[in-house]
Nanobody, 125 residues
Framework: QVQLVESGGGLVQAGGSLRLSCAASGLTFSRYAMVWFRQAPGKDREFVAHISESGGSTYYAESVKGRFTISRDSAENTAYLRMISLTPDDTAVYYC??????????????????WGRGTLVTVSS
């Protein structure tokens, strides 16, 4: 049974930082690209960051480029999202997802194979 469990969300002031974690189990972690999405109230789920199965390639949404860093630790079967310079616009539920088709860089929610339940990030002004 595959499980992705996010943690690390919370309330932070604008300008602050957080590190989200996504612990994976029940799958061969090194075979999956890991992807972070977020969904703000009343909005569609949107792509945030992607990391290849090897960790050698990363890709970011323009809105977070330079502020967010995605990484992964294969020994811990965990993906991370380091977020700095947070603004109220970053307020959302953050989800991690796993994608097995590593021939291409998939960043659409419909292409993900597995999802976590999300962790809430609230940035106050």
């Amino acid at each position: 049974q595959v499980q992705l469990v996010e943690s690390g969300g919370g309330l932070v002031q604008a300008g602050g930082s957080l590190r989200l974690s996504c612990a994976a189990s029940g799958l061969t972690f090194s075979r999956y690209a890991m992807v972070w999405f977020r969904q703000a109230p009343g909005k569609d789920r949107e792509f945030v960051a992607h990391i290849s199965e090897s960790g050698g390639s990363t890709y970011y949404a323009e809105s977070v480029k330079g502020r967010f860093t995605i990484s992964r630790d294969s020994a811990e079967n965990t993906a991370y999202l380091r977020m700095i310079s947070l603004t109220p616009d970053d307020t959302a539920v953050y989800y991690c997802a796993a994608n097995l088709d590593t021939r291409y860089r998939h960043i659409s929610p419909r292409d993900m194979d597995y999802w976590g339940r999300g962790t809430l990030v609230t940035v106050s002004s």
